[in-house]
């Protein structure tokens, strides 16, 4: 925790949000995630600031090799959604969130990827809307309830280290009529050295309303 800050701010609470070992690397790695958000701030729009850093095994101990105290905003109640450590390269690691939100009856959620690269921890992407259910706030006589999921697939691509990502977002949504109908489409993001960017080919997407 650190202390109080100027102009009366409550004191930051910082807490470790996972320790995740990394396989099949020399040394032995470790990536810790932390969470940064001042004591007390905990509404519903309140996300805390990821930070992590990327562990070495040294003789002795363990040393930081990449350190990032500020990463992104994610998350809710001054709480971040729960980590997922998922392959996104031959041999590379990234930490896969999924955060949540809800409001007036509807439900929905994002997608978020960090890892490290260019020696710095990063959100290499970011969506909203990957999920979306208005079950709260719809009229079922009228087939205006819908709902929505995604997804994610991390597949060869061009790039040797980087995986490409694959969203397949279906289920339903609402229609022009304002009632639901079916879909689904696939979007394919690509690593561009810094991020991930959605694919020029094809228009980066594909599917139908069904």
């Given at each position: 925790?650190?202390?109080?800050?100027?102009?009366?701010?409550?004191?930051?609470?910082?807490?470790?949000?996972?320790?995740?070992?990394?396989?099949?690397?020399?040394?032995?790695?470790?990536?810790?995630?932390?969470?940064?958000?001042?004591?007390?701030?905990?509404?519903?729009?309140?996300?805390?600031?990821?930070?992590?850093a990327?562990f070495?095994?040294?003789?002795?101990?363990?040393?930081?090799?990449?350190?990032t105290?500020?990463?992104?905003?994610?998350?809710?109640?001054?709480?971040?959604?729960?980590?997922?450590?998922?392959?996104?390269?031959?041999?590379?690691?990234?930490?896969?969130?999924?955060?949540?939100?809800?409001?007036?009856?509807?439900?929905?959620?994002?997608?978020a990827?960090?890892?490290?690269?260019?020696?710095?921890?990063?959100q290499?992407l970011?969506?909203?809307?990957?999920?979306?259910?208005?079950?709260?706030?719809?009229?079922?006589?009228?087939?205006?309830?819908y709902?929505?999921?995604s997804?994610?697939?991390?597949?060869?691509?061009?790039?040797?280290?980087?995986?490409?990502?694959?969203?397949?977002?279906?289920?339903?949504?609402?229609?022009?009529?304002?009632?639901?109908?079916?879909?689904?489409?696939?979007?394919?993001?690509?690593?561009?050295?810094?991020?991930?960017?959605?694919?020029?080919?094809?228009?980066?997407?594909?599917?139908?309303?069904?």
């Amino acid at each position: 925790m650190l202390g109080p800050e100027a102009g009366g701010r409550p004191p930051t609470l910082v807490t470790v949000e996972g320790a995740y070992e990394i396989p099949d690397t020399a040394p032995e790695r470790v990536l810790l995630i932390t969470a940064a958000n001042p004591e007390g701030w905990d509404s519903h729009g309140q996300a805390p600031t990821i930070g992590g850093a990327l562990f070495e095994k040294v003789p002795g101990g363990w040393k930081a090799a990449v350190r990032t105290p500020e990463i992104a905003r994610i998350g809710s109640f001054g709480k971040p959604p729960d980590g997922r450590l998922v392959q996104i390269g031959p041999k590379r690691r990234g930490v896969e969130y999924t955060p949540a939100f809800s409001n007036m009856g509807v439900s929905s959620g994002g997608f978020a990827l960090i890892a490290e690269g260019n020696g710095a921890l990063r959100q290499v992407l970011s969506l909203s809307e990957t999920s979306e259910e208005n079950g709260g706030a719809c009229d079922e006589d009228q087939d205006t309830c819908y709902a929505f999921d995604s997804e994610v697939s991390y597949v060869p691509g061009a790039n040797a280290d980087w995986f490409d990502v694959e969203i397949t977002t279906s289920g339903s949504r609402a229609g022009r009529d304002g009632k639901a109908e079916d879909f689904s489409v696939t979007k394919r993001f690509v690593f561009d050295g810094t991020e991930y960017r959605i694919s020029i080919s094809g228009r980066g997407e594909k599917g139908v309303a069904r």
